[in-house]
């Protein structure tokens, strides 16, 4: 492989924002048919690194080589031109348009006088679409598509030219395993036919699975390469982070105090039935199942978004209707939603501004918010979840996406909840932050709140949860005890086999 | 580093080019006409704005909270004839709350369709524009309103008074800036609004009450709406029934030239105020050159064109990309 001309070589890479060097001199290379992982923490330059090389953003110094022959890539059209492709890490498609037309977006397949080739258009997109092994078809809106699927869209667009290289920015994050398979035959037959791969992920599982070689920034400095086949967990973290992590399971068992919240037969249309269970004070009870299994609908009735169609819901032993999410913030209810840009923030305001919005009413001197209450708040959190951002003042659109997360969890942990549901918390967090942010919800449970964790990573859920919910299709399927459940035993009862049994 | 200060440059050319091509124009039209910069005139174009700007600030509201309003210019008729017939039948003193109260509850009417009910604002506030139109005409049986007696009233105090030699409306429309900037910048509601138009999805999801919001934003509109009708009738003590007519459009334009986004979530009352000022002067100086008054209906269009290309400018930070 050494003798290779590299697929494409990055040299010198620097890039600013003000207050921010985001990229210091970063240079990397990706050889032709290898999948290269590039690591880092959160708001390490990854995304902004690739934004480079895809054409958005221009570096302040730097070349990009693309088989030795320096290259300026002047726009993301540019780029594809000349086989960059990038998949991006926040969806970036229309809602309004086809699954067919987003693929294919500013390069519609036309017939004479301009006209659109419907025909092919939806001839070649269906056939992508049966490579990816999906459940929709290319005439599909993209905007009644699920989170996931939208992903996949994303992915069917690196399918249309023949690229000589691909990025995938945390492609897996909303992604199923079913989905994921799906992923991974695609990068690897990318790979077989010659093609360079670039692939971000936090999931560590993943990197050893499919990547050849892992490059890691810090800081937006380039820190090294390694060869998967030659290193482990533990090196790659210490070089992301510069120390290692104990990420052994916890132990820790405390006290529980009373039921906080029960369910009861709980149903809404067909979204889910007869759900019940119960979250006592203490207690962290994780809700594992497939994407589609309804437990973020769940989340969502009990946040006051959806009106249950039967069944009641009780809290500390007192039956309530939950007509709004206000009514449910009154009553001591969080939740962080899967969606983070679209339900978790604002992405034109301020950090402190969205950390401290659903108690702005509360932090007032007289009429008048009271600048220092919020930004105390936004201090404390910006600290207790390591949130990298140049100050309070930074439009949160400008963070990086794992940072964007934590300043979501900030926000409905500063409410000190009764009651907290997490809908996918670590989604896009780098390894570090995410077994903090599963510290701190052992800690908040230690300390007497009730937390539900809704996760679609079997991991988190098994490191988190003293009760784990497995759900299959808008139906509880089983209840397990942190010490009797198992992974086999979690899969099997997500699958829905043996349903009839159970049920 | 130098680079990076040329980029800075740039950038805050691109963020203010508002005020920058405002300077110009000044600059431009005070050479070409020296009584441009008078102070008199300075205090004339204020005053002549200030109608437009009282109206400009509610619509601020509307604006940041995601939604239009083009229903304020005839409103403003409406106010502005109801005030003027009211004066005569029972004074002054109870004819002017009970302006307000109508005017107001026209706001809330299109604050339930907007808000409540999640109607298209667009559809809702023009239809407005042209229902509250015929109410006007129904009300005034078409006829110019008038007040009969215009010496033996108090009344002309809020068009045509002023303290220490500063003219009513200024003063006016000055305090109404200042408290309404105060509420939008400082205030839990203010948040709101930012919050409401920016992602309201994420609004409601952090437990706010959007369609409230929605509703507040136009209400707090027409009680400005209101105000600016009370200057008007108290100016002219005597009225049209097509006083506010086109008024919207300009108004609309001084709140984008001001830099308040029309997609909701970004803009400020002191950024609307300078958008009214810049709108005003701007009229004014082109009146001096000598440009026949109806072109101005013209040049409102351009400077609205201009202004939001600017906008869009300032975003992608260039006059021009290829990418959207
Ligand atoms: N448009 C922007 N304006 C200002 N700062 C920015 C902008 N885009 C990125 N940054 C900053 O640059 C740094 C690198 O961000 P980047 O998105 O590349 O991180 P990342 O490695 O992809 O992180 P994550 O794992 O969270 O996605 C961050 O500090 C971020 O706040
Ligand atoms: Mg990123």
């Given amino acids: 492989m050494t003798d290779q001309t590299p697929a494409l070589r990055l040299e010198g890479i620097v890039k600013t924002f003000p207050g921010v060097r985001a990229l210091d001199g970063v240079s990397f290379t990706v050889m032709p048919g290898e999948v290269h992982a590039l690591m880092g923490e959160n708001g390490a330059g990854k995304s902004t690194l690739m934004k480079v090389l895809g054409g958005i953003l221009a570096p302040n110094e730097g070349q990009i080589f693309i088989e030795e022959q320096p290259t300026i890539m002047s726009s993301p059209m540019n780029a594809k031109a000349k086989g960059v492709v990038f998949i991006h890490q926040e969806l970036s498609l229309a809602d309004e348009l086809s699954v067919a037309e987003n693929i294919w977006l500013g390069e519609l397949p036309k017939k004479s006088f301009g006209r659109v080739d419907w025909t092919k258009l939806y001839d070649e997109t269906d056939a992508i679409l049966k490579t990816l092994n ?41 992604l199923t395993d079913a989905e994921k398979v799906v992923l991974f035959e695609v990068i690897s037959d990318l790979q077989s036919r010659g093609v360079g791969v670039i692939y971000i992920s936090h999931r560590m599982e993943e990197i050893f699975k499919i990547t050849d070689r892992i490059s890691v920034l810090r800081d937006g400095q380039y820190r090294g390469t390694l ?14 982070i510069g120390r290692t992590l104990d990420l052994s399971r916890n132990a820790v068992t405390h006290e529980m105090g009373e039921v906080a919240l029960e369910v009861r037969s709980l149903s809404c249309g067909d979204l889910f039935s007869d759900v019940s269970f119960t979250v006592r004070r203490g207690e962290v009870v994780g809700f594992y199942g497939l994407v589609g299994a309804g437990r973020t609908e769940i989340a969502e009735t009990l946040f006051g978004l959806r009106e249950p169609s039967s069944g009641t819901i009780h809290l500390g032993g007192e039956e309530v209707t939950i007509n709004s999410p206000a009514d449910a913030i009154k009553r001591g209810i969080s939740l962080v939603p899967e969606d983070r840009k679209g339900q978790g923030l604002i992405l034109g305001m301020n950090c402190r501004d969205n950390m401290t919005l659903p108690q702005v009413s509360d932090l007032t001197a007289g009429p008048f918010v009271s600048d220092g209450a919020e930004v105390a708040i936004f201090d404390q959190y910006r600290d207790k979840l390591d949130i990298r951002t140049p100050g309070w003042r930074q439009t949160v659109g400008n963070l990086s996406g794992g940072n964007q997360q934590k300043i979501v969890i900030g926000k409905w942990l500063s409410m000190r909840p009764e009651v907290l549901i997490v809908d996918e918390p670590t989604r896009g967090i780098d390894v570090g932050s995410k077994s903090e942010i599963h510290n701190l919800i052992r800690e908040l449970a230690s300390q007497g709140y009730a937390v539900i964790v809704i996760s679609s990573e079997m991991p988190e859920v098994l490191h988190v949860s003293d009760r784990i919910v497995a759900m299959f299709s808008g139906r509880v399927m089983r209840e397990f005890t942190a010490e009797e459940v198992t992974e086999d035993s979690l899969i099997q009862a997500i699958s829905g086999i043996g349903a009839d049994k159970v049920a | 580093m130098a680079e990076l200060t040329r980029k800075g440059l740039g950038g805050f050319l691109a963020r203010q080019g508002i005020l920058v091509a405002f300077a110009v124009f000044m600059i431009a039209f005070a050479v070409a006409n020296p009584r441009f910069i008078d102070i008199d005139n300075v205090f004339g174009v204020i005053r002549s704005s200030a109608i437009l700007g009282v109206m400009a600030l509610g619509v601020t509201f509307v604006v940041i909270g995601g ?72 009300y005034s049986g078409g006829k110019n309103m008038d007040i009969a007696d215009k ?28 408290i309404l900037s105060i509420i939008l910048s400082r ?138």
Wanted: charge should be neutral; hydrophobic fraction near 55%.
């Fill in chain 1, 134 to 174: 999906v459940g929709f078809d290319a005439r599909k809106r993209v905007g009644d598509l699920s989170i996931a699927n939208q992903q996949m869209v994303e992915i069917a667009r690196a399918l249309t030219v023949e690229p000589r290289a691909v990025i995938f920015d945390e492609p897996t994050a909303s």
């Fill in chain 2, 67 to 138: 939604n239009l309003d083009l229903s304020v210019g005839s409103m403003m008729s409406f106010s502005t004839i109801v005030v003027l017939d009211l004066h005569d039948k029972i004074g002054p003193t109870l004819a002017i709350p009970s302006m307000f109260l109508m005017t107001m509850a026209l706001g809330a009417f299109i604050g339930i369709l907007v808000g409540y009910l999640k109607l298209n604002s667009l559809i809702v506030t023009l239809g407005m524009l042209s229902a509250i139109h015929g109410l006007t005409l129904t």
């Fill in chain 2, 151 to 178: 010496e033996g009233t108090w009344f002309a105090v809020f068009g045509q008074g002023g303290i220490a030699g500063v003219p009513m409306p200024i003063l006016m429309f000055a305090a109404l800036a200042i």
């Fill in chain 2, 187 to 324: 205030t839990p509601f203010g948040r709101k609004v930012y919050a409401v138009g920016g992602n309201g999805v994420a609004a409601t999801f952090s437990g706010i009450p959007r369609a409230r919001v929605v509703f507040m934003t136009y209400l707090m509109s027409s009680f400005c709406v209101a105000t600016a009708g009370l200057i008007q009738a108290s100016r002219s003590m005597g009225s049209q029934n097509t006083v506010g007519q086109g008024m919207e459009l300009e108004v609309l334009a001084a709140v984008i030239l001001g830099g308040a986004s029309l997609l909701g979530g970004a803009g400020t009352i002191f950024k609307t105020v300078i958008g009214v000022l810049i709108l005003g002067f701007i009229q004014n100086g082109l009146l001096l050159l000598g440009l026949a008054f109806y072109a101005q209906y013209v040049v409102t269009w351009i400077i609205i064109i201009l202004a939001v290309w600017l906008d869009i400018a300032a975003k992608r930070g260039g006059l021009w990309s290829r990418i959207a």
């Fill in chain 1, 227 to 240: 060869n998967t086949a030659e290193t482990n967990e533990e090196e790659v973290t210490h070089l992301m």
